[in-house]
C-alpha cells in the first residue's frame, strides 16, 4: 500500500498532534455537486450508482478534484445489508428508501444469516479495493456502516418512518425478539466492516441515524450496546496503523459519557451539542468531530467563515476535534460554499495547533 | 369562579405535597377519540373547531368524560397569533399547517402589529371563559402558546419544514430583522397569554417545538431569551392563586440547566430525557413534566403500566412532578390505553407521595 500522503484525520481522530484541523463533510460525494447528478444519471439509479465499484469509486473522489478535504468516504448506503439479507431494497424517487419484504415476525427474523461481504456483498470491499488504488495515498479513506438499531427500523418499518411505531412496540412488546434481530445485525455490521478494513479502509463510522429517537434507558438496551458488541470484534489496524472508529448518534448529545465509553476512538456530534461542553465531559477519552449546522452553508462565506471560526475556538487548543458538520450536506447546497468552509476551517484552525 | 376541587397539577407544578401523581395528556383532546372525529366533521374542518368557542369547549371537555385526567388544556392552535397577525393561516388536508402570506422580506416584519386577544383573537379568551364555566372546578383549565421561535419558523418557512432552511438562513444573514420578528412575537405572545389568564387559564404553557432544531448558542439567544422575556411579562396570579408557567422545549434535553433560569416553574421534558437525571440537574428549581414515549400507548396495557411505574419511580419521592407523554398522543392509539396509563399513574404513584 502506498504511504499516506495526509494523515491528519487518523491522528487528530487518535488525539495525536496535527498541523491544522482535518476536514471533511457528511454525505461530500452528494447531490450538491452537478457531477455527481451526471454520474447518477448514467447509473440510471442510487442502487445501481453504489453496486457498482467504477461508479462509486467516481462518486467517491468527485468531491476531492473540488475542495481540499482531508478524507474521503466510500460511497454507499447503510441499507446495503439488509438488502443483502434479502429484503428487497429499492428506492421509490422522492421518496427515500424502501423494503419489498420488512420484518415483522419471528419467522421473518428467524430466516435472517449474517450475509457474506465478500459475496453477496461484494461490490462494497470491490469498490474500497478500487478507490484505495485511485487515491494513491492522497489522503484516508472512510468506511461505513449503520448501527443495529438504525438499520432494524428500516427493516421492520419497510423504510423510513415519522415515530417508528413499529420498531418500538415491537422492542417494547417483544423485547427478545428484537434483541436476536439486532444481534443478528450486530454479527453482520462487524463482518462487513471488517471485510471493508482487509479490503483497505484507514478509519471507520457507525452511523446511528436513529438512536436519537430512543428514551435514554432504551438508547442503552436496543442501540449502544450493540455498537459496543461491534467495536469489540473489529479489526483495528490496517498498513501498520490503528483504525479510528467513529460513533455518530444523532441527537444523541445527552448520552456522550456512555458513547466515550464504548470503545470508539472519537464521538460525531450533530449541531446541537456544544462541543466545548462536550469536550469537557468526554474529550480526555475520544476524539469529537463535527458539528457545524448544514443549514449555515446556506448562509453568506463571512458567516460560514465566522461559524468555523466560532466551533474551533469552541473546541479550543489541540488535537482530537476533526471539523464536520452535525449532519449531511443537503442537496441545495452550492458546491462553492463548502470550499469556503473547507478553507477556513484549515486557515482558522492553525493558531490552535502550535 | 368556584372552588377548586383538584389542585394536583397547580401544587405539583409549584412542588407543593400532593397524593398522587397528577397526569394529563398533550393532545388528549384529539384525533384519536371517535367523539373528537365526529365534533371535528360537524365543524367541518379544523380551523372552524379551534375558533367556534363551543365546539372548542366540547372537544376540551371530551377526554375528561371518559378519563381520570387532572387538567383540561384549552383546544386550540399555536398558530393562533400568526393567522391574527393577517398571514392567512390554513389546512391542507393532510399536509399540516399553511401560511397564505409567509413572512419573508423587512417590509413583511414591518407589517405585523402585536394582535388584540379580545378583538381579532377573541374566540380564545370567549372559549377560555365557556371552558371554565363548564368545568366548574372539576380540574384546572391549561392555556398555551407557541414559543417566538417556533411560530417564526412557521411564519417564514410558510408551513412545516424538514430542515428550516430559510428560517435559519435568516437568523444567519439578517439577525437583526430575525430579531424584530422574534420581538413581536413575544410581546403579542404575553399580551395574548394575559388574555388567557384573565379569562380564567389556571397554569400556562409555552410550546417550543422547534427551539430544538437549533444550535446550542442560537438556541439561548433566539428562543430561550424571548421565552424568557414572556414569561417576565405575565400575570401571575388568577383567584388568588399563582399561574403556574411549564416551558417546553423538544429536543431540549441537553439545556435543561439555562431553561430552569428562565422564571417558568416548570419543564416539560421529551422521552429521550432520563427525568431522575433532569431531576438531579434542576429539580431544586423547577417541577418536571413528561416524559413517557408516546408510542409506548401501542404497547400492552401490562408494559404501559411498568413504563408508568418505571418513570415514576425515575422521578423519586416527593412533588413536583406531573406526569405526561413526552410529545402528543397520536390519532393511531386506542383510547382504552390511554386509561390504562392514567389509572397506573395515580394508582402507581401514592407510595411516592406518603
Given at each position: 500500500m502506498s504511504q499516506l500522503k495526509n494523515d491528519r484525520l487518523l491522528r487528530a481522530l487518535l488525539r495525536e498532534p496535527v498541523d491544522a484541523t482535518p476536514v471533511w463533510i457528511m454525505r461530500q460525494a452528494g447531490r450538491y455537486l452537478p457531477e455527481y447528478r451526471e454520474t447518477r444519471?448514467?447509473?440510471?439509479?442510487?442502487?445501481?450508482?453504489?453496486?457498482?465499484?467504477?461508479?462509486?469509486?467516481?462518486?467517491t473522489l468527485q468531491p476531492l478534484r473540488r475542495f481540499d478535504l482531508d478524507a474521503a468516504i466510500l460511497f454507499s448506503d447503510i441499507l446495503t445489508i439488509p438488502d443483502a439479507m434479502g429484503l428487497g431494497l429499492y428506492f421509490a424517487e422522492g421518496e427515500g428508501p424502501r423494503f419489498e419484504r420488512p420484518v415483522r415476525t419471528e419467522a421473518d427474523v428467524a430466516k435472517l444469516g449474517v450475509p457474506d461481504p465478500e459475496a453477496e456483498l461484494r461490490y462494497v470491499p470491490d469498490a474500497v479495493r478500487l478507490i484505495r488504488r485511485e487515491l494513491n495515498g492522497k489522503v484516508p479513506l472512510i468506511g461505513f456502516a449503520g448501527s443495529p438499531w438504525t438499520l432494524a427500523t428500516y427493516m421492520i418499518e419497510g423504510g423510513g418512518s415519522d415515530n417508528f411505531a413499529r420498531a418500538k412496540t415491537l422492542a417494547y412488546d417483544q423485547p427478545a425478539l428484537m434483541h436476536r434481530l439486532l444481534d443478528v445485525l450486530a454479527r453482520s455490521v462487524s463482518t462487513y466492516l471488517n471485510a471493508q478494513i482487509a479490503a483497505g479502509v484507514q478509519a471507520v463510522m457507525i452511523f446511528d441515524t436513529w438512536g436519537g429517537v430512543l428514551t435514554s434507558r432504551d438508547y442503552q438496551t436496543f442501540s449502544l450496546q450493540y455498537m459496543r458488541q461491534i467495536v469489540g470484534g473489529l479489526q483495528?489496524?490496517?498498513?501498520?496503523?490503528?483504525?479510528p472508529i467513529i460513533l455518530f448518534t444523532k441527537n444523541g448529545g445527552q448520552w456522550l459519557e456512555s458513547m466515550a465509553e464504548s470503545g470508539a476512538d472519537a464521538l460525531g456530534l450533530d449541531w446541537t451539542v456544544d462541543i466545548a461542553n462536550a469536550r469537557r465531559r468526554v474529550g480526555g477519552r475520544v476524539g469529537l468531530q463535527g458539528n457545524m449546522d448544514p443549514t449555515m452553508l446556506h448562509a453568506a462565506p463571512a458567516?460560514?467563515?465566522?461559524?468555523?471560526?466560532?466551533?474551533?475556538?469552541?473546541?479550543g487548543s489541540g488535537s482530537g476535534h476533526v471539523f464536520n458538520l452535525g449532519h449531511g450536506i443537503t442537496p441545495d447546497v452550492q458546491p462553492e460554499k463548502l470550499g469556503v468552509l473547507v478553507d477556513a476551517v484549515h486557515e482558522l484552525s492553525r493558531p490552535y495547533h502550535v
Open positions: 444519471a448514467k447509473a440510471g439509479n442510487f442502487k445501481t450508482l453504489c453496486m457498482t465499484p467504477e461508479l462509486a469509486c467516481e462518486v483495528r489496524e490496517n498498513d501498520g496503523r490503528r483504525v458567516r460560514i467563515r465566522e461559524e468555523a471560526g466560532s466551533i474551533l475556538a469552541a473546541y
